[in-house]
C-alpha cells in the first residue's frame, strides 16, 4: 500500500469560504501531482511540483493554488470556494525520472471529495 | 490529437467469470501503458506497466496484452471475484516532453454479482 495521504477525505463547505485540501507522501519522492477528477470521467492535471520550491499548472485550468515548501508536502488551495469547483481531488507522487517513465510508478492518495454549495 | 478511448463504458459479469477489457490510444511518442484499478471512493492503484517492447504482463489474476503495431491494450480478468468491482482505467504516457504526460481513459466500470 503506498505512503500517500490525503485530508479531509470529505468537505462540504459553502461558497467563498478559503480550504486547503492536505497531501502528504512519506516515501521521498520528488515529483507530486495534484488531479481532478468528475464521475465517470477521466482524470486532469491541475498541478505539478518536481520538488521543494517547484509548482508548475498543469493541462486543465484551476482557480487553485499550490506550494511546495518540503518535498513531504504538497498542499492545495482554494481561496475562495465555488460550486464548479465541486469534484474529487487526487493527489500522486513518484520518483525522479519523469511523470511517464516506465520505472517509477506513480501512487496515488485516497482522493478529497469537496462539495461546495 | 493524443486521446485514450476505454470499451465497454460498464460490464457486468458473475462472479468466476473471465472479462476482458479495450483500450485503444493515439498517443505518440509512445513511452508505456497502465492499466490501473479504482475503488469507488478511492484513488487509482496500478496492475501493470508495459513498455514498446512487452507484449504480455500478468498479476496474478489481472492480465494485460499490449499490440503497439495497432495501439491497443486489453486487460483480461480471470475468475473474477467481487471484489474485482471497480473501474479500470487505462493511462498511456508520452516521451515527448521532460514531464513525460499520462494521458487517461474515462475507465471501464465493471460490476461482479454473486
Known amino acids: 500500500e503506498a505512503d500517500i495521504y490525503q485530508t479531509p477525505r470529505y468537505l462540504v463547505i459553502g461558497t467563498g469560504k478559503k480550504i486547503t485540501l492536505e497531501c502528504s507522501q512519506t516515501?521521498?519522492?520528488?515529483?507530486m501531482y495534484w488531479y481532478q477528477q468528475d464521475p465517470g470521467m477521466e482524470l486532469h492535471l491541475i498541478h505539478y511540483?518536481?520538488?521543494?520550491?517547484?509548482?508548475e499548472k498543469g493541462d486543465l485550468s484551476s482557480e487553485s493554488t499550490v506550494s511546495r515548501i518540503r518535498t513531504e508536502h504538497f498542499p492545495l488551495t482554494l481561496e475562495s470556494a465555488r460550486p464548479s469547483h465541486t469534484s474529487q481531488y487526487l493527489c500522486?507522487?513518484?520518483?525522479?525520472?519523469?511523470?511517464?517513465?516506465?520505472?517509477?510508478?506513480?501512487?496515488f492518495g485516497p482522493g478529497t471529495r469537496l462539495t461546495v454549495t | 490529437k493524443n486521446q485514450v478511448e476505454q470499451s465497454p463504458q460498464s460490464l457486468i459479469i458473475l462472479e468466476g467469470k473471465n472479462c476482458t477489457l479495450q483500450?485503444?490510444?493515439?498517443?505518440?511518442?509512445?513511452?508505456?501503458l497502465r492499466w490501473y484499478k479504482q475503488d469507488t471512493g478511492r484513488g487509482p492503484v496500478s496492475l501493470t506497466i508495459?513498455?514498446?517492447?512487452?507484449n504480455t504482463k500478468s498479476n496474478g489474476r489481472y492480465t494485460a496484452t499490449l499490440d503497439a503495431d495497432t495501439k491497443q491494450s486489453s486487460l483480461h480478468i480471470t475468475a473474477s471475484q467481487l471484489s474485482d468491482s471497480a473501474s479500470y482505467i487505462c493511462?498511456?504516457?508520452?516521451?515527448?516532453?521532460?514531464?513525460?504526460?499520462?494521458?487517461f481513459g474515462r475507465g471501464t466500470q465493471l460490476t461482479v454479482w454473486p
Open positions: 516515501m521521498g519522492h520528488d515529483k
Open positions: 511540483s518536481y520538488g521543494v520550491n517547484s509548482t
Open positions: 500522486a507522487s513518484s520518483e525522479s525520472g519523469g511523470q511517464g517513465s516506465s520505472s517509477y510508478e506513480q501512487y
Open positions: 508495459m513498455t514498446f517492447s512487452e
Open positions: 483500450c485503444n490510444y493515439t498517443v505518440s511518442p509512445f513511452s508505456n
Open positions: 493511462v498511456v504516457s508520452d516521451r515527448g516532453s521532460t514531464l513525460g504526460r499520462l494521458y
